[in-house]
């Protein structure tokens, strides 16, 4: 597992550890100026200001990326002047600059960020990387049902272990078989959102008006930010975040309690959701003291396989299949969702347990008696027999499946994949296959 960042009182809540300037390269000009290594943070972001010139005038745009993923593409738009006099005759140098104030909450604890000048219309040219650590929350233990996480991808068994779960006197899930209730992501993502610079900056800003004028704009430039005093800063985006992210806790966890009333459940411990290999997972286990994880796997080129024959069943293309152009991009980008549920994993797998959907079809009342015991709850023979029937009797109502068999699911990809894709699959999806245990 990482190290942990400190979480200790009175500890910075970023703290940026190196930046590290890109070798000078012909087609660009740039430098990024924010942050420096160890300049304080406001709060649960990071100030990232600069400029970048392409020497022949071609248009340039900033990509700020952690991983595989774009977290933020900007325009130029800061005046800048003194780039005028350094660079004489070159077109845009007048608006050569960037500034953003970029939020942390989506981010690991431990980021390694990249700013990149994107030249043209598809060059990538490195300006900078950024390292560094945001202070983890301090977990507490939740009044009222706690998060069960299932953090999982697509056609990977979620429906029905969801379904099996639902059915235990002790968690609530609203009909996960046609539905998902989450209202710990739901609580989550809105407090993240309120928890951005731009929208905690409305505290202060009152002649804004129209409809969310409280979200603010997508961003905020760090001038906008620095031109506050330093306790303001604080104020707005360290100790005031902290208690917007646990009060959306305590809201999540109210509705789950109340939804157990409504379906007559008495005594419920946990409310049961699923998500993507992404940050809520994460902030679930920082926040909530009693929360629980299960990481649920599928062989990956079984998950591909079981993709295509559900666009082809419901006759239009979905699970990201829309935004690309051919089956090939397709794969590659259920890679790239597979290589981020193996670092979660990596991250909190010490916590977590670990279901492949190849076992809990094969015995589903050994699997689900081991999660009972995870999860400290009733696991007696008849008690798991009658979720399972129950649950399985609600599954036979919806058109759900690919195969009459799910059994006979597992393997499919060796006849349903045209060969091409199954050695693409083979390669791509090598190294999380590994990390979860299949050969």
Known sequence: MSASPSSAAGTAAVQIA?????????RLHANLERPGTGEPVPGFCIPLGGWALAPD?????IEICHGRQVLRRLAREVERPDLVAAFPGVPGAERAGFSVTLDVLKLPRVFDLRVNAIVGEQETVPIARVRGSRRAFEPQPTEGPAPLTMTTLGRSGSTLLMTLLSHHPQIVAFDPAKDDSRPFAYELEAA???ASPASRMRLLDSAVQGEAWWLGRDSMPVEALMRLDEPLRELLLDASVERLMRSAVERAACFASELGTVLEQ????YAAEKSGPAHLPRLMRELCADGREIFLVRDFRDVVASMFAFNAKRGYDAFGREHVDSDEQFVRWQAGIAAALAAGWRERGDGALLVRYEELVAD????????????ELDGAPSLVSGVIDRAYTQLDRIQHRTVQ???ASSGRWQTDLPPALQELANELFAGPLQEFGYT
């Open 18 to 26: 190196a930046v590290e300037p890109a070798q000078r390269d012909e």
């Open 405 to 407: 068999d799910a059994s």
């Open 266 to 269: 008495t005594d419920v411990r």
């Open 192 to 194: 993240i959102r309120m």
């Open 364 to 375: 589903t009342p050994a699997t689900l008696t081991q999660i009972l015991d995870f999860l």
């Open 57 to 61: 005038g071609a248009n340039v745009a």
